[in-house]
């Protein structure tokens, strides 16, 4: 079915109506070609356009976002430009927090009646109270209807079954991967994970069914490959064409996004922002891998400097901050993530007009450690373990201070194909060269670390920095 100019729609109306029965023929490469290879100029028209008109909307309708605002004089008609749009306050995590707390259950930032509220979600409250969304109808068919066309751009199409390997629960995460992939016309398979035995299970489930793409976090994978081998099943016998991921940095680092290709012979795709910035999939590598793109016209996204909160130019490192753009009962607007990464605007072989972040995410700015004077993240340290011979897939830091000196220690099983001696050495020259820092080595005999059904924890602090 052709579409009548979808830029058109797009620059005309807000929030935009979509077709909803719109599907491009399966050969197609974009789901909107004439989006998402438009010139930087169209994109950015689209891009203000929707900023203007979630800011307005936000300001009429969320008492939260009129406090803000009012208390520092902004009014939505100072915003004439994105150069504009980088003086309005960042919102933060802790803001979300007190707001809760202040207007239980659901804040004050919610812009319909409760009547019309859809869908409730909340975060998994790894740290602290855990934060509640509310999704009206319209805006959950268009989380649904956008990560459908990012998942085309990986390569799904309808003919797919996708194997859904992630929490259920309150990870949204599995709800924005399920509802995409219903709007994409593809076959779903919600099966979940973190229940006793459910791995073994879906190792049998995986060699019945075959289906040919996998969703969940790189850890698991890992830990799903271990397990089919221990029952004697090759991983690539799964058939899976692709994989794709978020909840943690993994299918980013350059070592681990090899390790899954290779062990199932699919193409691992990262992707993935925060719940809070749903449609969480606004940032998702495409078929070519190059990193994962921004879809600006999905969720506006600014790398921006961890102290000014101004924008970063190409090639500079900051923390992304998001705005997503077509939400109306719970508008979000320039939600800081905390996280670490570098971005570029050259040009992907995919065609694709949008900016990528060529390392994903590879740190955040609040859980990086610091050892002596150095900052080093988890996902550098996985990028050595990762390519090393003779190792296991997990590891843990261990950072301690014995009197003055901090002294790390990275924890990592050996399989036994090479020689202790050799294997320490190695690990302590590549991880010397790859963060600058010493690290004493522990090697434990395969299985030892505790395995995860969902993230990783990899980080143990034993440093008390009250004394
Ligand atoms: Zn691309």
Redesign the pocket.
């Given at each position: 079915m052709m579409q009548t100019s979808v830029l058109k729609t797009v620059l005309q109306q807000w929030p935009p109506q979509y077709d909803k029965s719109y599907l491009p023929e399966d050969k197609e490469k974009y789901w909107y070609k004439e989006i998402e290879t438009a010139s930087k100029e169209e994109l950015n028209d689209i891009i203000l356009f929707k900023i203007k008109n979630v800011v307005h909307y936000a300001y009429e309708h969320s008492p939260f976002y009129q406090r803000k605002w009012n208390k520092i004089g902004l009014h939505p008609s100072d915003i004439n430009s994105l150069k504009d749009f980088e003086q309005i306050p960042i919102t933060t995590k802790a803001e979300v927090r007190e707001d809760l707390e202040e207007h239980p259950p659901f804040g004050s930032n919610v812009c319909v009646p409760y009547t019309e509220v859809h869908r409730i979600h909340g975060t998994s409250g790894t740290t602290g109270k855990p934060t509640v969304f509310s999704f009206g109808k319209d805006d959950w068919e268009r989380i649904a209807h956008q990560h459908a066309r990012i998942m085309w751009?990986f390569g799904m199409r309808p003919s797919d079954l996708v194997f859904i390997a992630s929490p259920l629960s309150l990870y949204i995460g599995s709800w924005g991967a399920l509802i995409g992939a219903e709007r994409l016309g593809a076959k779903t398979f919600p099966f979940g994970a973190g229940q006793t035995g459910q791995t073994e299970k879906a190792v049998s489930w995986l060699k019945e069914v075959k289906p040919t793409v996998f969703y969940g976090t790189p850890s698991y994978a890992l830990y799903l490959a271990e397990k089919a081998k221990e029952q004697g099943v090759d991983p690539k016998a799964f058939g899976f064409r692709i994989m794709f991921f978020s909840g943690e940095p993994g299918a980013g680092v350059p070592s681990t996004k090899r390790k899954i290709e290779e062990t199932f012979g699919a193409i691992c795709i990262d992707s993935g922002t925060m719940a809070e910035a749903t449609p969480w999939m606004s940032s998702t590598?495409?078929?070519?891998r190059?990193g994962v793109?921004l879809w600006l016209d999905v969720v506006y996204t600014e790398v921006v400097d961890k102290d000014t909160k101004l924008r970063v130019p190409y090639g500079g490192e900051g923390v992304p901050v998001y705005t997503p753009l077509e939400r109306t009962s719970q508008p979000v607007i320039r939600y800081w993530s905390g996280d670490l990464t570098t971005w570029t605007d050259e040009p992907?072989?995919?065609?694709?007009v949008?900016p990528?972040l060529p390392k994903g995410i590879y740190g955040r700015i609040d859980d990086m450690i610091t050892v002596r004077g150095v900052n080093v993240y988890a996902s550098m340290v996985e990028n050595v373990i990762r390519r090393i011979e003779g190792l296991g897939e997990e590891f843990r830091l261990v950072v301690s201070r014995e009197s003055v000196m901090d002294e790390v220690t990275i924890q990592c099983e050996t399989l036994g194909s090479k020689a202790n001696e050799e294997l320490i050495s190695q690990i302590g020259r590549e991880l010397k060269r790859e963060t600058g820092v010493t690290f004493k080595t522990e090697l434990l005999p395969a299985g030892t670390l505790e395995r995860t059904q969902f993230k990783a924890k990899r980080v143990v602090d034993q440093r008390d920095f009250r004394s």
């Open positions: 751009s590598e495409c078929e070519h190059t793109h992907c072989p995919c065609g694709r949008y990528r």
